[in-house]
T-cell receptor, first 117, second 111 residues
Framework: GAVVSQHPSWVICKSGTSVKIECRSL??????MFWYRQFPKQSLMLMAT?????????EQGVEKDKFLINHASLTLSTLTVTSAHPEDSSFYIC?????????????FGPGTRLTVT | GQNIDQPTEMTATEGAIVQINCTYQ??????LFWYQQHAGEAPTFLSY????GLEEKGRFSSFLSRSKGYSYLLLKELQMKDSASYLC????????????FGDGTTLTVKP
């Protein structure tokens, strides 16, 4: 159990376009979903925390107008990278925390590799 | 804020035992996770410690000392497939329940 999917797995887009990444909890309901970004040979950097039905909380330095997060249901959160630039190229990973779980364990999606040309 | 320190790189031999240390400074400690991450893939859960002591799970064990702000991940009978990055992450209730990740330890297992 506790499977999280992400779509797409990888995407190449042109500079100036927008890209939407979906994160789904397949077999559980997620109270909270987290969006991370990871550059090569670096650790995960938390971008934002989203709770179903409320606005996402962004970490310092993350532009909320550039990285739009929507958490419309207990099983789906989306991250839209707007007006993408080459420096946005990275590995984007979501994770979800269970509604019923008593621990703080997060279940990670497989990640989405974004390349902006 | 939270400081999490782990060694950047470690090398060990197939079949051996390796211990990866993690020290942290935080207030409102609420648990520590270890994750394994292979290159180009997302992290996978290894262990979760919230109380002091050793948690054993097959070839992997994790230890926590809250008073010392210290944890280690112990990998026994190393296999080549254990070559990966190992991430220590701390949960603090003063950080809204979010995980803060260390920079990770890249483990290379050699034949």
């Amino acid at each position: 159990g506790a499977v999280v999917s992400q779509h797409p797995s990888w995407v190449i887009c042109k500079s100036g376009t927008s890209v939407k990444i979906e994160c789904r909890s397949l077999d559980f309901q997620a109270t909270t979903m987290f969006w991370y970004r990871q550059f090569p040979k670096q650790s995960l950097m938390l971008m934002a925390t989203s709770n179903e039905g409320s606005k996402a909380t962004y970490e310092q330095g993350v532009e909320k107008d550039k990285f739009l997060i929507n958490h419309a249901s207990l099983t789906l959160s989306t991250l839209t990278v707007t007006s993408a630039h080459p420096e946005d190229s990275s590995f984007y990973i979501c994770s979800a925390r269970s509604l019923t779980g008593s621990s703080y364990e997060q279940y990670f999606g497989p990640g989405t590799r974004l390349t902006v040309t | 804020g939270q400081n999490i320190d782990q060694p950047t790189e470690m090398t060990a031999t197939e079949g051996a035992i390796v211990q990866i240390n993690c020290t942290y400074q935080t207030s409102g400690f609420n648990g520590l996770f270890w994750y394994q991450q292979h290159a180009g893939e997302a992290p996978t859960f290894l262990s979760y410690n919230v109380l002091d002591g050793l948690e054993e799970k097959g070839r992997f064990s994790s230890f926590l000392s809250r008073s010392k702000g210290y944890s280690y991940l112990l990998l026994k009978e190393l296999q080549m497939k254990d070559s990966a990055s190992y991430l220590c992450a701390v949960i603090s209730n003063t950080n809204a329940g979010k995980s803060t990740f260390g920079d990770g330890t890249t483990l290379t297992v050699k034949p």
